[in-house]
């Protein structure tokens, strides 16, 4: 009889990161509302998927956990604190972001990349250090670019490059990672790859990590806590069991669609249906 892999809420590691939260969240561009009114607590120590259908906010919400959009009213905490009290240099050493479409300046190699992502560890009086060296070598080897450190970004592939990024995330050593859709442009065997080097992440060193992701099925795979977003409010939340759900994905998605077992990962597995497919009741197992 074929066996299954354990889902990752079965490895997940202790929570040992900082707490963030929001409470009372209004996030605006101009004069168009995007998030109203959103509580949030996000799981520490665990892989966090933000799902839900274009322009509901997924984004906007990460933005906001960054410290990059000030929230029109409401607050994020970290640790207690509000983040728009933090110092810029204390934050960075908290939280590593990775936007969606990030870019290097021409010409730049893998290995200055990654360097930049020490830059929150140094002052006027604590310039490079062994330290520093150790964090971009191991960041290196964890992302599978130590061979490519002297190719400059601009001449990797998608997947690379995306690594590339990640790997400056590693090396600046945040506890806390979040990251904007970052399977986006990358084939399905690249994707595999980002997302298998994040549970790394967070399995080996109790990373706290938050991604908007848009496939469901790998968000049920990777997250240890899914959370569904409609309209600027959370539609659902909690374990990827509880949330993803047909009544969900129609709700969130306007979808129809059948979930059922994952036979890899014992997840949830959403199969959609469109007009010219009719509903075909799934063998029971």
């Not at 561009?29 to 839900?52: K, Q, S, W």
């Not at 906001?64 to 905490?77: I, K, M, Q, W």
């Not at 469901?216 to 977003?229: E, G």
Request: charged share 25%; with cysteine.
């Amino acid at each position: 009889m074929a066996t299954t892999d354990p889902a990752p809420t079965t490895a997940a590691p202790t929570a040992t990161g900082p707490d963030l939260r929001a409470r009372g969240l209004h996030l605006a561009y101009d004069n168009r509302l995007v998030v109203e009114d959103l509580d949030l607590v996000i799981p520490t120590g665990r892989i966090t998927a933000i799902v839900g259908a274009n322009a509901c906010g997924k984004s906007t919400l990460l933005r906001a956990l960054a410290r990059l959009l000030a929230p029109r009213e409401g607050v994020v905490e970290l640790d207690g604190r509000a983040l728009r009290s933090v110092p810029t240099r204390e934050l960075a050493q908290q939280l590593g972001i990775l936007p969606q479409t990030p870019v290097a300046p021409e010409g730049l190699t893998v290995i200055d990349l990654v360097s930049r992502g020490r830059s929150p560890h140094q002052t006027w009086w604590r310039q490079w250090s062994k330290a520093d060296e150790l964090a971009v070598h191991e960041a290196l080897a964890a992302t599978g670019m130590a061979d490519l450190a002297d190719r400059p970004v601009d001449e990797l592939s998608g997947g690379q490059r995306q690594r590339a990024w990640i790997a400056m995330a590693v090396a600046q050593g945040t506890p806390v990672l979040l990251l904007d859709e970052p399977t986006t442009y990358l084939d399905l065997a690249h994707q595999i790859d980002v997302l298998d080097l994040v549970t790394d992440l967070n399995r080996r060193e109790r990373r706290t990590v938050v991604m908007v992701l848009h496939d469901l099925n790998q968000a049920c795979r990777y997250a240890d806590h899914v959370i569904a977003m409609k309209a600027g409010r959370i539609a659902a939340e909690g374990p990827p069991d509880e949330v993803i759900t047909a009544e969900t994905v129609e709700d969130v998605f306007d979808l129809r669609c059948q979930v059922t077992t994952d036979p890899v990962s014992g997840t949830p597995l959403v199969i959609p249906m469109g007009r010219h497919h009719e509903a075909v009741p799934v063998a029971a197992e």
